[in-house]
């Protein structure tokens, strides 16, 4: 009877290793036969286990961190001299560091009390320019100072690659979305007036470089027309004049509430 036992076991025990490695093939040794190895990944392919290089590749490449375009300078910080009450103005350098033509926008969190000169614009490969930032300084409430309060305005500065010739819009980037890549979130720093710092002699000296190159722009070459659009400076003066109405609005609702 124990023989009996013991042949029924181990028959149950092999039939069970075979049930088992039926069930999960790829645990099979790699002594198999190159006919039984490819039936077995013919399994496998049939249950979802296929690979795909094509597939594979464009997940590694969406985990990847985005290429730049362009090259900042200053990298992620943008410097104001602090004066409250007044329109203070930052600068940065834009150069296209890519092969292609690269369109450029920039966004800020406070759209009333920031403007940006230009607010976007296409760069060919290797070129660069500076741009020029506007932002109005708010009064500091009592028993606060601005200069050590962690400012929340952001600038954001996005990315486009484009075709050669093709003219600046808005629009390319709202268009083709799925292509545009977030360079930079710039933070707000602001620097003391009264006391000359490296950043703040470079501020200045990058602002004096984008007058220059905004008054090269504007003057006509000697044998051309007169151009048509001479009011790049005027949209400062509407941004103002827009801005001493939304402040005056705001100290009438002051007024009100109190």
């Not at 103005?89 to 940006?116: D, E, G, W």
């Not at 290797?126 to 741009?131: D, H, K, T």
Request: with cysteine; net charge positive; proline share 7%.
């Amino acid at each position: 009877m124990a023989i009996v036992d013991s042949y029924h076991h181990q028959r149950h025990k092999s039939a069970s290793d075979t049930k088992l490695f039926t069930l999960c093939p790829f645990w099979q040794s790699g002594g198999q036969t190159s006919s039984s190895s490819s039936s077995s990944t013919q399994k496998l392919h049939g249950y979802g286990f296929k690979s795909n290089p094509k597939t594979v590749s464009s997940v590694a490449r969406s985990l990847l961190p985005p290429r730049r375009r362009l090259r900042l300078d200053p990298a992620n910080k943008l410097y104001f001299p602090y004066e409250p009450g007044k329109q203070v103005k930052s600068a940065i350098r834009l150069k296209n560091s890519s092969r292609s033509h690269v369109a450029f926008k920039f966004q800020t969190t406070a759209p009333k009390s920031c403007f940006m000169r230009p607010p976007g614009g296409i760069l060919a490969p290797g070129e660069s320019l500076i741009a020029t930032v506007f932002r109005f300084v708010e009064q500091p409430e009592k028993n606060e100072k601005q200069l050590d309060q962690k400012t929340k305005v952001k600038f954001k500065i996005m990315s486009l690659k484009v075709n050669a010739g093709i003219e600046y819009a808005p629009e390319l980037f709202d268009e083709q979305k799925d292509q545009v890549t977030v360079e930079r979130i710039l933070r707000v720093v602001f620097l003391n007036a009264e006391h000359p710092s490296p950043a703040l002699e470079k501020v200045n000296r990058q602002l004096a470089e984008a007058e220059a190159a905004l008054e090269v722009r504007k003057k006509p070459p000697a044998d051309s027309d007169p151009p048509r659009d001479v009011g790049e400076g005027l949209v400062i003066d509407e941004w103002k004049e827009r801005r001493e109405k939304y402040l005056a609005r705001q100290q009438v609702e002051a007024v009100d509430s109190v």
